[in-house]
């Protein structure tokens, strides 16, 4: 094991690995910045780029292009509604909030200390305890998967706003657009009209811009411009208050994101959903949740990162990658010559290590980058609304087209954007509609599967433990308020921030 | 020797990306040997119809590399358009009809869509250039698996429920199933999956007993001991080192062999000078290093074929996939 | 005042209905696509059958309410473990006659027209982008924002649409060599 760090940190401290270290988490911060580009698209853009590198060296960039992006996603989604990544679409809830009160500095810094102790905390357990953790992820098949994604939809309660019916109705709402296109199981073409753009389904990055980036911006056209944000340096940095609750957030976000980040194909926006899902059951101020409460920037924000880490416990262990921008790098691996699987870690320790590694240095440099940018992006917020929304807009339209390079996103994003501007208006609440689109997919994936599996008897859910458990807990989840009501009641934290409200 | 190409590969990048940099004013290629009636004017767009990091991309940009070095002065780019299993990718393809400064790297998918779903195109619609290789399946358990051979398989199907994880629909996994059911009357308990990756977390978490995928995906764990393979379902024994070993299905007495190809196409309509330059410089492509390093590194069996030989061969294997996807 | 949430009420009540007619078709076709296939199994008409007919009954429900005049969210509380999010920032704007104006002096009417310009030039800009190329056209729409609906001096907005546009062009068209359709002029970064 020590023997093992001192490699990798022989390997990663390199000027030339660090200096690439530092290319990839800035640039992974700027794309993760971007709507629409994600980190996967990212990754693949930037591969052929690193074609003449080190492997290891390339893989340290491509690596910190990904977890640099967990970064960036969050500036724009707290600055002005923005998610530049899926999994920061649960932190505009409160992140926006915070900033319209003037508390952006202190959202952003949270997200960044969040994003550190997380990635922190899980590169510890991908390093000491992968391999147990592989195997305990290969345990959850189909059926589990399938606890695991209605455990997913429990949260939706959290999510409703002011009533749970609305949440539910856009959940349905979600999960009916998400059958949209080609089934997997059968081939057969769902809802496409004959169109080929529609086969593999309403793209929800797509979505997500429409509904969050214009559709907030068509909605502030209709409140009319208010005077821009100005505060004093000062008000912008994060008060001790606020870390102090932010400290069981992070933490449970951190375990959270990196129990599910195990799971192949599970991903970190599910674990940011479910993350505050769960703040919103156990916070003391959980009833200050989607009003721009630091806990639901702190959680999210944490178990997207975990996640992001714990990515890497299944791609690196097993060669099956944990998410989508894990399996491009997976391709990357391939690329260089490499072939990942079982043995890696044998076969290529210096690699792997000084991988891990520069993860380590990557996100100090992260931190010590996000920390005092924080007040700095927050002073954005200072340029008129009237030069601001329109290259919000065009920033909007051209990430979309970046994602696929074709015009078709920028219509879906246009549609969603009018869909937005309409639900913002009648107060539908827009983040049930994305987690039913994002768990769609996986959700029915898992049904035909564990179907397929029982021989059409769902039942057999009953002959696994694990998915038994899980659905237990996602009982407590959505029924927790009744249940908790019987238990005797935290006095909530009155000492907390002027609310505002 | 792999150092080397890698870093030619990194050349030819870094000149496209200052190509790109300088828009399309560069003018002249000049094309090498005998087809000396046409050039390709400017730079050609290998269009990828997969997102980037999969198989296609992989074979795309290899393609692309390889070409650029066997022509001095052709440049390529790559360009993914991703959607809708690759249908958004061949559609496009298909609206630059005439345009010979277009390519695809190609796949069974060009065979597979057009037979399952509506869309506007099928094999017909393009001009085959090249078929560089093929990949076949192999027919891989869990470890600790009782059976031995696919003949196991066969047999243990024929008593019982033998739950089999196949990628899709229209997979290439899914119709070695199919055929193997037509070839023997066993009988496979499908379960739906979406990827190669899934298939190998669904085997090693013993979630299904047997899946049949390419040996790209599956030689790591082979040798790793974490998987077993029972049999390929080739018309011959691979040659590699790693896979000498595994027999074909045919020697085990089940007479299925299908492979997935990878090829590559240029758009329908094209000049009879057009497709001549490009089969040449493919030609020229497959005798290269770079095209040797692309098989071997992805486990193919090369089987390299060019113009109408190609086209008779998408004949052939677009009546034997009807026939197995039942259409 | 009361008139006013009526007519709300009457579009939120619309957009229920909408989204229940689309329910309510999608869960029919779902049939269609056979629900369950070889024998019992979930088939891919499971899924739209299901939650078609859940949006059909959730928003069905919640359309009839608000036709009823009743405010489809009921009084929230503490107790309830939900609160009326946003309900302070929300309400001002839709409760407000024409004498609400904004800092830069708008009355209701003129922003809500301003909303439909927007729209308007955004839809023109998409379409534009076959004729002029992506840059050229979103650069355009930009300017014409600032300039015509915002009604900022015409050289600073300038200035801020190019430099917009050409910092867009440095990422994505440069740096990460996304081909942008260039059209009919050409001005882009394909191929």
């Known amino acids: 094991m020590i023997d093992n ?38 990754v693949a853009v930037l591969l052929p780029l690193t074609l003449d590198f080190e492997p290891v060296t390339a893989l340290i960039m491509l690596a910190g292009i990904y977890y640099g992006a967990q970064y960036g996603g969050t500036i724009t989604s707290v600055l002005l509604s923005t998610p530049g990544e899926a999994s920061s679409v649960v932190t505009t809830l409160d992140g926006y909030q915070m900033a319209r009160r003037g508390r952006a500095g202190a959202a952003l810094s949270i997200a960044a200390i969040g994003s550190f102790v997380a990635a922190i905390f899980s590169l510890i357990l991908l390093m000491v305890l992968a391999p147990p953790f592989a195997n305990f992820a290969l345990k959850f098949g189909p059926v589990e998967n399938l606890s695991i994604m209605i455990l997913g939809l429990a949260t939706i309660v959290s999510f409703s706003g002011e009533s749970r019916i609305r949440g539910l109705a856009m959940a349905s709402a979600g999960l009916l657009l998400a059958t949209v296109g080609m089934d997997a199981a059968t081939g057969t073409a769902r809802f496409t009209f004959d169109n080929v753009n529609l086969l593999s389904g309403v793209p929800f990055v797509e979505v997500m811009i429409g509904l969050f980036a214009v559709g907030e911006v068509m909605y502030q056209i209709r409140v009319g411009a208010a ?45 940011s959903f479910i993350a505050y899902g769960v703040e919103k059951r156990v916070s003391r101020n959980r009833s200050q949740l989607g009003q721009g409460a630091i806990e639901g920037v702190a959680s999210p924000e944490s ?44 076969s290529q320790p210096k690699l792997v290590w000084g991988l891990l590694v520069s993860f380590f240095i990557g996100n100090v440099m992260l931190l010590v980058l996000n920390l005092p940018m924080a007040p700095i992006f927050a002073q954005m917020l200072r340029i008129p609304y009237a030069y601001l929304y329109p290259i919000i807009l065009f920033t909007s339209f051209v990430g979309a087209y970046s994602i696929d390079n074709n015009m078709f996103s920028v219509w879906i994003v246009f549609v969603a954007g009018v869909a937005g501007y309409f639900m913002k208006l009648y107060d539908l609440p827009m983040a049930p509609l994305v987690l039913g689109l994002v768990i769609g997919p996986l959700f029915e994936k898992a049904l035909t599967q564990t ?25 407590l989840l959505a029924a927790g308020p009744s249940l908790v009501r019987l238990l005797p009641r935290n006095t909530p934290d009155r000492e907390r921030e002027p609310a505002g409200v | 020797m792999k150092r080397n190409n890698v870093l030619l590969t990194a050349v030819a990048a870094a000149s496209v990306l200052l190509l790109t940099a300088c828009g399309t004013a560069n003018g002249q290629t000049s094309a090498g040997g005998d087809a000396a009636t046409f050039k390709p004017k400017g730079n050609v767009t290998m269009v990828v119809p997969f997102g980037a990091g999969g198989g296609s991309d992989n074979s795309g940009r290899s393609i692309a590399a390889g070409l650029e070095a066997a022509v001095p002065g052709l440049k390529i780019n790559t360009e993914n358009r991703d959607g809708g299993s690759g249908a958004v990718g061949y559609s496009y393809f298909l609206s630059k009809t005439g345009d010979p400064n277009y390519l695809l790297p190609s796949e069974t998918a060009l065979l597979a869509l057009p037979l399952n779903t509506k869309v506007g195109f099928d094999y017909t619609k393009f001009t085959p250039i090249m078929k560089v290789g093929d990949d076949f399946t192999l027919a891989v358990v869990p470890t600790g698996s009782p059976w031995k051979t696919c003949a196991d398989a066969v047999n243990a199907s024929k008593a019982g429920r033998v739950v089999a994880g196949v990628s899709g629909a229209t997979s290439l996994d899914n119709v070695v199933f199919t055929l193997t059911e037509q070839a023997t009357g066993a009988k496979f308990d499908r379960v739906p999956f979406e990827s190669g990756e899934e298939l190998l977390a669904a085997l ?21 001991g974490k ?80 113009g109408d030989d190609f086209t008779a061969y998408l004949n052939e294997n677009n009546d034997m996939l009807s026939k197995a996807l039942g259409k | 005042m009361s008139t006013l949430i009526r007519i709300r009420g009457n579009g939120e009540a619309t957009v229920y209905a909408m989204l229940a007619l689309v329910g309510l078709a999608a869960a029919v076709s779902g049939a269609f696509y056979g629900v369950f296939v070889d024998g019992g199994r979930v088939g891919p008409g499971f899924l739209p059958l299901v939650a078609g007919g859940l949006t059909a009954v959730l928003c069905g429900w919640l359309a009839l309410r608000g036709v009823h005049g009743r405010r489809s969210h009921p009084p929230g509380g503490p107790a309830d473990g939900v609160e009326p999010h946003l309900a302070e920032d929300i309400n001002p704007v839709d409760d407000a006659t024409d004498d609400d104006v904004d800092i830069s ?52 907005s300038a200035v801020i649409a190019a430099a917009a546009t050409g910092l867009i062009y440095g990422v994505f068209g440069l740096f990460l060599e996304i081909p942008l359709p260039g059209g009919l002029l050409g001005l882009g970064t394909e191929g």
């Open chain 1, 303 to 346: 178990a997207n990162n975990a996640a992001a880490n714990a990515n890497f416990v299944p791609t690196l262990t097993l060669g099956i990658p944990g998410g989508g921008t894990t399996a491009v790098l997976l391709g990357a691996f391939t690329i260089y010559g490499l072939q990942p699987g079982p043995l890696l870690f044998q």
């Open chain 1, 227 to 271: 005077a821009p944000i100005r505060t004093r340096f000062r008000e912008l940095l994060i008060t001790r208050s606020e870390l102090r609750r932010s400290i069981g957030p992070i933490g449970r976000g951190s375990v959270l994101g990196f129990l599910l980040g195990c799971l192949p194909g599970s991903g970190s926006t599910l674990a």
């Open chain 2, 227 to 306: 998987l077993r393979a029972l049999c390929a379902f080739a018309e011959k024994r691979y040659e590699y080192p790693e896979l000498k070993d595994i027999p074909t299905a045919k020697e085990q007495g089940v007479d299925v062999a299908y492979a997935q190809f990878r090829g590559l196409i240029a758009p329908g309509g094209i000049s009879d000078g057009a497709r001549t330059f490009w089969i040449d410089a493919s030609k020229k492509f497959v005798e290269s290093d770079k095209a040797q390093q692309y098989i071997a590194s992805n486990y193919l069996q090369p089987n390299a074929l060019f």
């Open chain 2, 204 to 224: 090693l978490g013993n979630q299904i007993q047997v899946a049949s995928l390419n040996p790209g995906e599956v030689v790591e764990q082979l040798k790793a």
């Open chain 3, 105 to 156: 002096g708008r009355t209701r009417r003129e922003r809500i027209h301003n909303l439909w310009k927007v729209f308007g030039l955004t839809l023109g800009a998409i379409l534009l982008v076959q004729v002029v190329g992506f840059l050229a056209a979103f650069g355009a729409l930009v300017f014409v924002i600032s300039t015509w609906i915002e009604r900022q001096p015409l050289l600073k």
């Open chain 1, 451 to 475: 179907s397929a599996l029982g021989d059409g008897d769902l039942l057999i859910v009953l002959s696994h433990p694990i998915a038994l458990v899980v659905l237990a807990l996602a009982v």
């Open chain 1, 5 to 42: 760090l001192i490699l990798g940190f022989q390997t990663a401290l390199t000027p030339q690995n660090l200096l690439w270290c530092f290319v990839g988490v800035l640039a992974g911060t700027v794309i993760g910045l971007l709507p629409g580009l994600g980190s996967t698209t990212g």
